[in-house]
């Protein structure tokens, strides 16, 4: 955002941000004065004439802005982001009712320039439109993937990966008791090694890419694959909000994600091909790009599409939950020891595996705590509505914009008590039930919910438990305090430092 009015006036020039600004203020003031005229519409937050509220929000965390407004304005206000006529949703009551009552009404997406460079128009399951390219990607998804049968095919490699994370961090205690250990490049690499499995049926340790003209390295595809593409998820465009601009280049910009889509596209194009050419040789693997390739007949581009979401989703989202989880029992002792007293009852001398988990309440509500209070999305993807609706009992116009806040659903004082503290007890109270995945908003709701949460939430307790078994986490000195984001993501903003001593 700061980039964004930094970068207006510069990038027009005099009479052409005078000449469009002439443009935009006529669509402003449609867009006011037809606010103007409905009798019946949500509290609006005011702005200014031409930039409305995007100058309230400059410090690049837009969700806890949206939360603080909440607390005057209520769970449901509008606001003009430029030219967008916009509605932010705060409290699951409503962000539900959006989801899951009104989805008709507000099935499509709006993305922004970067989301839509790098899904390459809507060619990802989470990014596209309700129509048929979702449902059959999220049923593909689903049989060659998520299903019951397809996950067991990955039970022994995900054993592996948690054998794989202990050992490397007992080599590394035993080398140096004193040292501080990365979490975030131990937990990332070896579930970037289960991703690569799962889709394309081996760690890949390389890859020759003709563009590049050398072979690269498991750590380079990772970082162009994934963290390239997830870190510039988010960057901003101020076009996006004042879409009559959009004929006024913004080269750094469209560099920035331009280079990004492409090289992500060369990469994953030689991952395939370079699976291709082993089936051809005739060697048999389970994977998802096996499996798409043996059971659909979808487009190069979709093919590829689909297996790079996959990827990068299921890497990035359950390091970040996890991350956070060990942060917060790093810094909480007396939380972790709880935690370890309920892994000895439950599996007294033997390693926690997925089947404990059932009987593991505090563990789950470790879980969901930190999915409450550090959602892997703060903000869900903007969706639009296409024919007018009413939200909360308000009438809410076709074209507006709709943001779900699921930082600010997650942050409202009227359904959790001291919200800002992180608290896992507050999940073993009886009106959760145990088995309920979704008892945050954090992975969405209604017919576009998280189809990896089964898989996200297995590793992710697992891996907790297990670490909680082998060592007493402490996070390095002068830590304690890093609970900062970046930006509007889910990231931690300081990759998590810690020391371990062996159980
Ligand atoms: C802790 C981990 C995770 C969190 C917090 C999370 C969060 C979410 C959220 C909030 C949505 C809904 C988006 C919306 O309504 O606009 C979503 C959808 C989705 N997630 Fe996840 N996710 C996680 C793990 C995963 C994993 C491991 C995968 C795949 C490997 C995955 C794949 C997807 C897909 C494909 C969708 C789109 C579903 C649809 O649109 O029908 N997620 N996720």
């Known amino acids: ?15 052409v941000v005078a000449a469009a600004a002439v443009v935009g203020l006529a669509a402003i003031t449609r867009v006011r004065m037809e606010s103007k005229k409905r009798p019946n519409a949500p509290p609006a937050i005011p702005g200014l004439p031409i930039i409305g509220n995007l100058h309230q929000l ?15 304005y209520g769970p449901i206000y509008t606001l003009n982001i430029g030219a967008l006529p916009t509605v932010v949703l705060n409290s699951t009551e409503v962000a539900k009712e ?18 839509s460079l790098l ?13 048929d390219f979702h449902k059959i990607g999220k049923r593909f998804a689903m049989m060659g993937l998520f299903g019951f049968s397809a996950q067991k095919q990955f039970w022994d490699t995900r054993k592996q990966m948690m054998d794989n994370m202990i050992s490397t961090f007992r080599t590394s205690v035993i080398d140096d008791p004193h040292a501080t250990h990365d979490f975030r490049k131990v937990f990332r690499d070896e579930l970037f090694r289960l991703s690569m499995i799962q889709s394309l049926g081996e760690d890949v340790s390389s890859v020759y890419v003709e ?10 595809i990772c970082q162009i694959i994934v963290i390239d593409i997830m870190q ?7 076009r996006d909000f004042f879409p009559y601009f959009n004929w006024v280049p913004n080269k750094s910009f469209d560099t920035r994600v331009t280079t990004t889509e492409a090289r992500r596209t060369v990469v994953m194009r030689a991952l395939i091909n370079q699976r291709k050419e082993r089936i051809e040789s005739g060697e048999a693997r389970v994977s998802y790009l096996d499996f798409l390739l043996e059971n659909s007949t979808l487009t190069e581009e979709q093919l590829m599409m689909l297996v790079f979401e996959v990827i990068a989703g299921g890497t990035e989202t359950t390091m970040m939950t996890t991350e956070w989880a060990m942060y917060e029992l790093a810094r909480n002792r007396e939380k972790q020891d709880r935690l370890y007293q309920e892994i000895q009852e439950v599996c007294g001398d033997d390693t926690v595996t ?15 705590e930190t999915l409450r209070l550090h959602p892997a999305a703060t903000l869900l993807p903007p969706r639009f509505i296409h024919e007018t609706t009413t939200l909360a009992g308000y009438q809410v116009p076709a074209g507006t914009e709709v943001m779900i806040n699921v930082y600010g659903c997650n942050m409202d004082k009227n359904q959790w008590e001291d919200p800002e503290e992180w608290r896992p007890e507050r999940f073993l109270d009886s009106k959760f039930d145990v088995t309920d995945m979704y008892k945050t908003m954090s992975f969405g709701a209604g017919k576009r919910i998280c189809i990896g949460s089964a898989q996200a939430t297995s590793i992710s307790c697992t891996a907790i438990a297990r670490f909680v078994q082998e060592f007493t986490w402490r996070v390095r000195e002068g830590d304690e305090d890093k609970g900062d984001t970046v930006q509007l993501t889910g990231y931690k903003l300081q990759p998590l430092y810690v020391h371990l001593s062996p159980r």
Not at 58 to 72: C, D, I, L, N, V
Not at 232 to 238: F, G, I, K, T
Not at 354 to 368: E, I, T
């Open 1 to 15: 955002m700061e980039a964004l009015l930094a970068t207006l006036p510069a990038a027009g020039g005099g009479a």
């Open 354 to 368: 997925d089947d404990h988990l059932p009987r593991m309440p505090y563990l789950n509500a470790v879980f969901h």
């Open 211 to 220: 563009e590049f003209g050398r072979e690269i390295s498991k750590d380079e």
């Open 58 to 72: 400059m410090e690049a965390k837009p969700h806890k802005t949206f939360a603080k407004w909440s607390e005057t």
């Open 119 to 131: 899904s390459r128009d809507k060619m990802m399951v989470a990014i596209s439109d309700h129509g």
């Open 98 to 115: 959006a989801m899951v009552a009104k989805f008709s009404s507000i099935s499509s997406r709006k993305l922004t320039k970067a989301l």
């Open 232 to 238: 510039c998820l988010s960057a901003v465009d101020w």
